[in-house]
């Protein structure tokens, strides 16, 4: 689980700082040829370039979560006995357990 949640604090960082890191790269001229641009110019060329930037690490993520093991994560198994019993009872039956809740409310 710990190796989950640090991914996506991984992605989650890299999301907000790549973007940021483009547009002050850009804003202060830290790239050979920005200063030659219009104002107009750099602000497309860097928002653009930013949510590529974005994009790219949500497919490096989603890339990421689709190499991880399936057979790695096993459902609860009071959970999936709950879910088939729900899923198996018949219809009249939920109806009414339904109907009983919302007089209790």
Do not use: C, R
Not at 8 to 29: C, D, E, G, Q, R
Not at 70 to 95: C, R, W, Y
Request: no cysteine; proline share 7%; aromatic share 10%.
């Amino acid at each position: 689980m710990a190796g989950v949640i640090q991914k996506f604090v991984t992605a989650s960082l890299f999301m907000w700082i790549t973007p940021v890191a483009i547009l002050y790269a850009f804003n202060n001229n830290l790239l050979p040829g920005a200063s030659d641009m219009s104002p107009y110019s750099l602000t497309l060329l860097s928002g653009f370039l930013a949510v590529i930037s974005v994009n790219i690490v949500i497919a490096f993520y989603i890339y990421m979560a689709m190499k991880e093991p399936s057979d790695k994560h096993k459902p609860d198994p009071t959970f999936l006995a709950e879910a088939k019993a729900s899923v198996s009872q018949p219809i009249g039956e939920a109806d009414s357990s339904s109907q009983s809740s919302k007089k209790e409310e």
